[in-house]
């Protein structure tokens, strides 16, 4: 099932995703984020694609709230979870910053993730207890793991509160930051060791389901601002702070915790 989930996901970006990037007019839905003409193509051929590898309802990002709930009520013992263009103001920007997602979840949970960056042709995977991979190679790609101080982190500050935005500007505990727009892509460096931590403020279902996959499959720890169970939190508004490995995770959540 994962090589053809590969498959399909590297079709649909090569077929429906790059021929119309730079080239697609952007639009806006009611919460205010963008879309365009791709978003649309690139979710009605994965949904095409996938049920036909496993015919499971479909849950993408570029439908009506109403209608994802449905679905993710219908499917508790298997449920594709897609994001078409996570990253579509870099993708109508020209900046090479996004990917498609796929995750598939049972009762609540991931099961199967992939994640795939078309411009650097960066494939990233997992299967439940069978650890994560870049492009054929294990995850982490990067062994060493510096202390707190010394990281790299990914964080989104405008989707943090202004005290912890304002703490981590004046007195960061890292020793860089970046966030670069596309939250299911921040997963994957923060799993390939790319990032050391990562924070985010609130993530959507499609947002997560695959990368946090493949994070935990490549050793790391995650958890929210509000409980330190990832999975037990807001299913449609969650919070993410993680890190590559347990040890750092620990630190990391704690200095959040005192800080915010």
């Not at 994962?2 to 498959?7: A, F, K, P, R, T």
């Not at 920007?93 to 992939?114: C, D, E, K, T, W």
């Not at 793991?145 to 007195?171: E, W």
């Not at 040890?247 to 959540?253: K, S, T, V």
């Amino acid at each position: 099932m994962l090589n053809s989930v590969i498959e399909a996901v590297k079709t649909v970006a090569q077929v429906e995703i790059m021929p119309r990037y730079l080239k697609v007019a952007r639009q806006r839905k009611s919460d205010g984020s963008m879309f365009t003409e791709a978003d649309i193509a690139s979710q009605n051929a994965l949904t095409s694609a996938l049920v036909k590898i496993a015919d499971y309802p479909v849950l993408g990002e570029e439908m009506p709230f109403e209608l994802q709930k449905e679905l993710w009520l219908a499917g508790g013992d298997g449920l594709w979870c897609i994001d078409p263009i996570d990253g579509t103001s870099n993708f109508v920007n020209g900046l090479p910053y996004f990917a498609v997602s796929v995750a598939l979840m049972r009762q609540g949970r991931s099961v199967l993730g992939v994640v795939y960056d078309p411009v650097a042709d960066e494939m990233f995977y997992a299967e439940a207890g069978k650890r994560a991979f870049l492009n054929g190679t294990q995850l982490p790609i990067k062994e060493y793991v510096p202390d707190l101080c010394h990281c790299m982190a990914g964080v989104d500050f405008k989707r943090i509160s202004a005290r912890l935005a304002q703490q981590l500007a004046s007195a960061p505990p890292y020793s860089s930051q970046r966030n670069f727009g596309a939250s299911t892509l921040d997963w994957c460096y923060t799993a390939a060791g790319r990032f050391d931590v990562y924070l985010h403020g609130g993530q959507k279902l499609w947002d997560y389901a695959a990368g946090s996959l493949i994070l935990e499959e490549s050793g790391g720890a995650v958890g929210t601002l509000n409980r330190p169970d990832f999975w037990s939190d807001d299913v449609w508004q969650r919070s993410v702070v993680a890190a590559r490995n347990v040890d750092l995770f620990r630190a990391w959540h704690a200095w959040i915790m005192a800080a915010k």
